[in-house]
């Protein structure tokens, strides 16, 4: 498996990711910088936390026309696994990958803190190997990121099934006080119809490993690992489609 980890200029969580990804479970991962045209060559897409050119205009707004988007569309079309965290949701809201919009906290300030999210749908690439129900510790870094959908798209997404974490408190209740932005229905993730693009607002990557606080994001990777390990089973040899990674390398960033 080898995943790609889109930078664009004022990402910071890209580091943090391959770490996760390459160090922590021990897969293969490249930069991507945001103006490649191909991402031929790798199984799954990460779009980083961070701060996508200063989020001018509105978080993920500029970051959504880069050139490298117009590729992660075309892995979407061929269902390609596309995560997007903290600031890479709001670039596929932005890009219209994702429905709704990612509005700033109710009460407008930005915090840091470990949040709970509870596991509302098991049959994604990101899921496949948690359990419905099953109540996840992570962290959230961020001031806009309290999800809003008008009635129409709530309703759409609950038929759909598109609802993939929701904030909660630690026995896996839905309250209020467990929503740390005031996001319609506590929503914390989102999901395509088919389940291969995600975005969510709390950062695996920064739990990956016990010894900052929780490893319960790494679940989301290993999940992702494991939904690729047997796509690549399905595949007759030599059916694989080839191409060349266009990434800045394994070793280091621009």
């Known amino acids: 498996m080898t995943i790609g980890i889109v930078v664009f200029p004022g990402s910071n969580c890209d580091a943090d990711t391959v ?5 922590v479970l021990g897969r293969d991962a490249v930069y991507v910088w945001h103006q490649e045209t191909s991402l031929d060559g790798l199984d799954a897409i990460v779009l980083p936390g961070g701060f996508a050119h200063g989020d001018y205009l509105r978080a993920g707004a500029i970051a959504a026309t880069s050139p490298v988007m117009r590729a992660v569309r075309g892995c979407a079309d061929a269902e390609r696994p596309v995560l997007g965290i903290c600031n890479g949701f709001q670039v596929l809201v932005e890009t219209r990958l994702l429905p709704g919009a990612l ?31 099953e109540v996840l510790r992570l962290p959230i870094a961020h001031g806009e990121g309290r999800y809003y959908a008008d ?12 609802i993939a974490f929701r904030y ?17 229905d506590n929503i914390a993730g989102v999901a395509t119809v088919s389940g291969t693009i995600l975005g969510l607002m709390p950062h695996p990557e920064r739990a990956s490993e016990a010894i900052v606080g929780s490893a319960d994001g790494l679940r989301i990777f290993e999940s992702l690992a494991r939904w690729t390990a047997a796509r690549h089973a399905s595949v007759p040899a030599g059916v694989a489609a080839a191409g060349t990674v266009m990434s800045l390398g394994a070793a280091g960033r621009p």
């Open 168 to 184: 909660c408190d630690a026995a896996g209740e839905i309250t209020e006080s467990a929503n740390p932005n005031g996001a319609l």
């Open 103 to 133: 509005l700033p906290k109710a009460g407008g300030e930005f915090r840091c803190e470990h949040v709970r999210i509870r596991v509302e749908r098991t049959d994604t690439p990101f899921t496949c190997g948690l359990r419905e129900g």
């Open 19 to 23: 770490h996760a990804v390459r160090d």
């Open 151 to 162: 009635a129409d798209a709530l309703a759409s997404l609950a038929r759909n099934r598109q």
